[in-house]
């Protein structure tokens, strides 16, 4: 997404299908322009029966995309490409058809084949006969997408175009225009432009013997996500890790520690003039006071280890003078709120993200769910693939950091 000077600019996707409905899209489309937005329109085969794209390319000035082997749009921006583009995609009308596909996962045409290949989180508007809408399989592929995160924006109810009444109308684009910058899931690709962000991620390693360590579950699949998305957002991020084995995302300046205590100097020898400070690290709280020197010998029955405090790198950035703004994580295995609101308080952060961890959820899965709390406020981000997620954490932050400043006015980001 682009940023001029504190207006956000979210680059939006319009999917419109071959439902009756589509003559409201190209109002749709200039309410999201008023609002900021930049608008790529996607048209199915069925829609184009409906409206021509020249319509769509008046009011968007873009050229429309409805051909998943145009070979001159594919040159210009492939399909890949543009989903990746994407901060959002918002199909309105939504056809019982699409939303069909979009359940089976199929990737018949651009539209689905971009739902499909996006990270950016997606919008129904559907739009459709009241028997239809009502239809067990319409119902089952609604509740079978919402459970994988995607959201639907109505239907209405009313007169339809059919004569019949019922539910299946398509929202109002004043509507839709006002649930799509509500939702808290766009990514503004440039609202961490200019500003410098330290990322810590995976686990430590506090060492025993030689070849023994204490570590714990954390992969670095969540921190380095992060990284990848506040990358993608404009910043100029400065990612801390333990020993994994994941890829840097490109773009990213990666520094490797394995201790706690290195983990601590290498953030406090950076930390200096750093805008944002996320704490994605599961870092060792203990290490054993003695590191032996030789491998420890299977002799005695029972070997105690001593255990020290590690230094505690997130208190310590939160406590700096002129310190970044200052994002923690708490996994918990039980009283995650309680717990979390404690951790925020105790050791002074701007925010926290919590999440329970254990067999199934956390450390080491795909995706992972999130309750974000701050001073005056919280907010539950729904499970999702950790790059999902990681988005909608970084837009977050950004609002909240942008809220902090005393010179910018929250209302100023979407
Ligand atoms: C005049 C007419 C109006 C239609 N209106 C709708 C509609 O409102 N909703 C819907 O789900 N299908 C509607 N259809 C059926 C779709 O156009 C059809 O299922 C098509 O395959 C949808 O393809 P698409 O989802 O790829 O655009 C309509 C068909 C016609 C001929």
């Not at 199915?44 to 145009?70: E, H, I, M, N, Y």
């Not at 009241?130 to 997408?145: D, F, G, I, P, Y």
């Not at 714990?216 to 990284?227: E, I």
């Not at 290490?287 to 280890?305: G, M, V």
Request: a neutral charge.
């Amino acid at each position: 997404m682009q940023k001029d000077g504190n207006q956000i600019s979210p680059r939006i996707i319009l999917g419109v299908t071959g439902g009756i409905a589509a003559y409201k899209s190209p109002d749709l489309v200039r309410r999201l322009i008023e609002r900021g937005a930049q608008v790529q329109v996607v048209m199915t085969q069925s829609a184009k029966t409906f409206l021509s794209p020249s319509t769509f390319q008046a009011v968007s000035g873009r050229r429309v995309r409805d051909d998943l082997w145009d070979e001159a749009a594919e040159a210009s921006m492939g399909h890949i490409e543009l989903a990746r583009w994407a901060d959002l995609v918002l199909i309105a009308p939504a056809t019982a058809h699409t939303i069909g596909s979009l359940a089976a996962g199929l990737a018949g045409d651009l539209l689905t084949t971009l739902a499909l290949a996006t990270d950016a989180p997606i919008l129904l508007a559907p739009a459709m006969n009241q028997a239809m809408w009502s239809k067990k399989a319409v119902q089952e592929n609604r509740t079978l997408l919402e459970s994988r995160g995607i959201r639907f924006l109505g239907p209405a109810e009313g007169e339809q175009a059919c004569g019949d009444q019922g539910p299946g109308r398509m929202l109002e684009p004043i509507d839709i225009v006002n649930a799509v910058f509500e939702a808290p899931v766009q990514l503004p690709s440039e609202v961490l432009k200019g500003l410098r962000v330290i990322i810590t991620a995976g686990p430590t390693r506090e060492p025993i013997d030689p070849v023994r360590y204490i570590t714990n579950r954390s992969s670095g699949k969540m921190g380095f996500a992060l990284a990848a998305a506040a990358q993608q957002a404009g910043a100029d991020v400065i990612l801390i890790s333990g020993p994994v084995s994941i890829k840097t995302p490109a773009g990213v300046n990666r520094f490797e520690v394995e201790t706690a205590k290195e983990m601590y100097e290498s953030v406090h020898q950076r930390v200096d003039g750093s805008d944002l400070f996320i704490a994605c690290a599961a870092v060792s709280d203990y290490r054993p006071e003695i590191e032996s020197s030789e491998k420890l010998k299977r002799s005695a029955k029972n070997l105690n280890l001593e255990l020290v405090r590690s230094p505690d790198t997130l208190a310590s950035v939160a406590e700096l003078q002129n310190g970044p703004f200052t994002v923690g994580f708490a996994a918990e295995t039980q009283n995650v709120t309680e717990n979390a609101r404690m951790k925020l308080i105790k050791k002074n952060l701007d925010m926290i993200a919590a999440n329970r961890v254990g067999p199934e959820c956390g450390f080491d899965q795909e995706t992972n769910s999130l309750r974000v709390f701050w001073k005056n406020g919280d907010i539950e981000l729904e499970n999702a693939p950790k790059s999902v997620l990681a988005k909608r954490l970084i837009n977050l932050i950004a609002k909240r950091y942008v809220a902090s400043q005393p010179k910018q006015s929250p209302s100023q980001v979407i």
